[in-house]
Each structure stands twice: as C-alpha cells, then as structure tokens.
C-alpha cells in the first residue's frame, strides 16, 4: 500500500509537467472508450462486466464502442495496482477503471480521476446506498460509484454450540438480534474453557475460539484487519482518522479509541481465543467454532463446505448505548479518467459507469457473484427464501446491516498507509504480544499517531 501513495506522488508531478492536452484519456483519444478492471476475464466478476459491455455496444452502435479489459489482481490488487499506476505515469491511462473504495481520495489529491456530479442522470447518485455514496464522495464532490457493496457478521457452527451445556448456548444471539463486543467474548470465553475440557466429538479438531482473519494482516493484506475492526472504534463514538482524513492524535490514540482496542484485545488475554497465525479456514473446517465473517462465506460454504452447518448472528456492537452506524461496507468502485476533457466522451464515459452500476447491473452482479448491492432499489434481490436455511440466514442478517448499520471506510488521501499502520502496529502487535492493558496498548497507539503523523504532514496545507 506504501507503494500506492509513492507512485501517486510521481504521478503528480507528471501531470503537472505534461498538462492535459488531450481530449481523450492517453493514448485512446476519441475513438473508443477503454475499462479497466482487476477481475480476471474468467471470474464471474469479470464476466458481468464483459457482458454488461458487450449488451452496451449492441445498444449503441452509433456511440464510441466501449473495450474492456479484465487484468487479474494478486493479493489484495496490487498487480492490478501497479499496472494501473504504471499507465496513469506514462500517461496512457484508461477512460474507466475500478479502484477499491478507500483508495479513492487518493487518486482524486493527485488529480487522476475525475468528479461525476456534473454528468450524472438526475437522481441517479442518490440511488447508491448512503454508505456507498460515502465512500466515494471527497470534499464534497462524487467520484466513485461502488458497483457493489459489502458486510461482515459473526457466524458459528451449529454443532459445536449445540455440543455446549445449556447455559452457554443460552448466550447465543438470535440472528435478528443486537448483542454486544463483551457478550461475544466471553461467549467465546466459555466455548474455549469447555472445549478444552470436551471429548465430544464436534470438537475434536478444535484450535481456537475465533477465527479472525488475523493471519491476513500478518501475511501483508492489511485491509482486512482494518475493515473487520474499525466497527469497534466507530460503535464507540470514535475512529481511526478525524473527518478531515488526516488527524490521528486525539482521535486514534483517544480515550474512546482505546476502550475500544482494550476490548478487542480481550481476545487475546490469557488464553487466547484468537490468534495472528491461525490455521487456513480455521471456521471452514471445523477449527473454530466462532467467526468474524466476510460477506464473501456465505457463497464460499454453500459451494465448498455443503456439510457445514453454520448460522449467523449480527456484528457485535461496542457499546450497549451507542446507536451509531458500526458495521463496515464499501467495495470496488468504477472512476473516471481525469485526463478526459472532451465534454462529449466526458458524458458518454459516465452514462457507461452509470450502465455498469445502475439497478438492473446490481442485481445482476448479485445472481452472478453474490455480490451485494450497491443500490437501493436492487437490495430486495438478495434471495432469502431458498431451501437452504442456512444460505438464507446469512443473507437476512447481512441485509438488514447493509441497509440499517452500514458505514464506509474513511476518506483519506492517505488511507491505504493509514490502513497498513493501523493493522500492523496496532491490532497485530495486540495479537501478538497478547496484550490486553491500556497502558500497553496506550503506547501502541500514541506510537502509532507519531508515524501517521509524519506521513500526512505532507498532506497538510
């Protein structure tokens, strides 16, 4: 993620050397209109979007025809990253391309994309989910439109918690209702205590108590820590940045923010009930019996783990009085080429971005890949009536977050250093270091703002 931000300053300085001359986008000029996406041509997400285009072309064959082009990303995008960033420098950037939503701010600081506000359908904008058009708005201005959404709730598997004494099944939520961080850790508590003690067979290849994702931050995909547990932060009145995207002290290494962190770091006291190197599909298969689970599981057991009884409870919430929004959202976005200044290819470039997410492209994305939707009108698509209860469970609660508790990461010029600094130098050290006293966790923090600080001074005007 350092090596968005490097790039990004190098792209800065070649625009401001080079000017905006063309009226296309680099090299395309005007005679096509060129997508990028980081979906491989074969994924089911690169198929939607190819046929989406191809639908479009058929449409409007008097139009400049639209080429798509699906580049495979590895880990968290960076080969699509740095193949992006590698055209933007020698100015042969494409008209469209999807950048991840808390990249955003970033291209729009160096001048690389472009706001939609002023080409957009009437009313279109306002179709988005509130937390969608969150994500893609920077000082006030819409340049991104998440062409899907996401959730994160808690799942856990049946057979183990029906394995549990009664009095600890009874600490189970029901799927439609809130609960708290400190019921679910020492729900988590209580399952690690007996199943250490356990010869049932439902625990036999028991690890842990948690699956958490942790082994991701440590394996250098910082987001996912970030995305998981910045919640915890927002449900308790506070947050990893200011709203000006760039002040940490007072707010990262603030009051709320460490009751927050000293309650995440529960997890990992005494015995831990998570851990940073946990095994490969550790809920999948059996492992653990609780987990903070992406949106992404529920396609991924109903394909792979038919067997798996799993069921899904809310997001925990951090505090009991808060009644803030605390679940995360936000995904990939479609932006436009800043480079563009033909006003007509400028408008036709945004009624293409507008077909590859209005309503009809959501439920499609949706049927093809599971992916949520991004629009208002399309969320009631999400299917929770199938003969698999299971399925149907999962997409009930996560629906209700996304229309109820939702909230974009924060827009910040320099999220993805902020993402990586907060993941790695303060929830990964927490886990590993199992520290669980404010003091300690104090000075991860106040460490912590020191860096960020140091970083966004550049920022700073």
């Not at 547990?229 to 460490?258: H, Q, R, Y």
């Amino acid at each position: 993620m350092k090596k968005i931000l490097v790039v990004l300053g190098c792209i800065i300085f070649i625009l401001q050397a080079t000017g905006c001359s063309s009226a296309g986008s680099g090299k395309n000029g005007n005679n096509k209109i060129v997508v990028w996406t980081q979906a491989a041509a074969d994924h089911p997400e690169g198929k939607m979007f190819a046929s989406r285009v191809e639908r479009y072309n058929e449409a409007n064959p008097d139009k400049l025809q639209v080429e798509i082009q699906n580049i495979t990303r590895a880990g968290a995008g960076s080969g699509y990253i740095d193949k992006l960033n590698a055209a933007i420098t020698a100015n042969d950037m494409p008209d469209i391309f999807t950048l991840d939503g808390p990249d955003v701010a970033a291209y729009v600081d160096a001048g690389v994309i472009g706001e939609l506000d002023s080409y957009m359908s009437n009313g279109f904008k306002e179709g988005f989910t509130d937390s969608i058009i969150q994500q893609g708005t920077v000082d006030g201005k819409f340049y991104a439109m998440g062409y899907s959404d996401s959730a994160v709730a808690v799942m856990y598997n049946e057979d183990m918690i029906k394995a549990l004494p009664a009095d600890i099944q009874a600490k189970v939520p029901a799927a439609d209702e809130d609960w708290t961080w400190e019921q679910f850790v020492a729900l988590a508590r209580d399952i690690d205590t007996y199943a250490k003690s356990s010869s049932d067979a439902a625990f036999a290849d028991y690890k842990l108590a948690v699956s958490t994702l942790l082994s991701d931050i440590a394996s250098g995909s910082y987001e996912t820590g970030t995305y998981y547990f910045t919640p915890l932060l927002w449900g308790n009145d506070s947050n990893i940045v200011a709203e000006d995207g760039l002040t940490v002290d007072g707010v990262l290494n603030g009051e709320k923010s460490l009751q927050a962190l000293t309650s995440y770091a529960q997890l990992f006291a005494g015995d831990p009930l998570a851990s940073a190197s946990e095994p490969e599909k550790a809920f999948h298969t059996g492992k653990a019996p609780l987990a903070v689970a992406g949106f992404w599981y529920v396609n991924e057991l109903k394909d792979n783990y038919p067997n798996l009884k799993y069921r899904t409870v809310r997001y925990p919430k951090m505090s009991e009085g808060y009644s803030g929004s605390y679940t995360p959202s936000g995904s990939w976005t479609f932006v436009k080429s800043g480079k563009i200044t033909d006003e007509e290819k400028s408008k036709q470039v945004v009624e293409v971005m507008e077909w590859l997410t209005n309503d009809q492209a959501a439920e499609e994305y949706y049927a093809a890949n599971g992916a949520i939707p991004s629009r208002k009108n399309a969320i009631s698509v999400i299917n929770t009536n199938t003969d698999n209860a299971y399925y149907n469970e999962a997409w009930t609660v996560m629906q209700y977050q996304v229309e109820k508790t939702n909230k974009a990461r924060p827009v910040s010029v320099g999220y993805p250093y902020l993402s990586e600094t907060f993941a790695k130098d303060v929830l990964l050290k927490i886990a590993q270091n199992q520290a669980a006293d404010s003091e300690t966790i104090q000075k991860y923090l106040d460490d912590t703002v020191k860096k960020l600080d140091m970083e966004f001074a550049k920022y700073k005007k």
